[in-house]
């Protein structure tokens, strides 16, 4: 079992950034392939970003490409999401989740992966 805790939200003026983290325990994330995915108000949960475990290639929504980084810290169990340029659609819950068994065609297909964090605040203000 891994368990997930995010930390980082907050509240940020359009343009700002935040930085997000993702803080594994019970098992090593190294392991994982970890993704950050989004839910803003009203709106169903999004794929943002993943790392994958192997090689540490990274993808990312196209909403989000160029103005958010995704990466992972093994000697920390914890994976980050750096966000620039924030807009105020960026605006949501921030999950971190983590699977074993991602390949390419699934990265951002929520049901691939087996653990979830409680999520955490990002609010853009315009």
């Known amino acids: 079992q891994v368990q997930l805790v995010e930390s980082g939200g907050g509240l940020v003026q359009a343009g700002g950034s935040l930085r997000l983290s993702c803080a594994a325990s019970g098992r090593s994330l190294s392991s994982n392939t970890v993704a950050w995915f989004r839910q803003g108000p009203g709106k169903e949960r999004e794929f943002a970003a993943a790392i994958f475990r192997s090689g540490g290639n990274t993808y990312y929504a196209d909403s989000v490409k160029g103005r958010f980084i995704i990466s992972r810290d093994n000697a920390k169990n914890t994976v980050y999401l750096q966000m620039n340029s924030l807009k105020s659609e960026d605006t949501g819950v921030y999950y971190c989740?983590?699977?074993?068994?991602?390949?390419?065609?699934?990265?951002?297909?929520?049901?691939?992966?087996?653990?979830w964090g409680q999520g955490t605040q990002v609010t853009v203000s315009s």
């Open positions: 989740a983590a699977g074993t068994r991602l390949i390419l065609s699934t990265i951002s297909q929520q049901t691939a992966y087996d653990y």
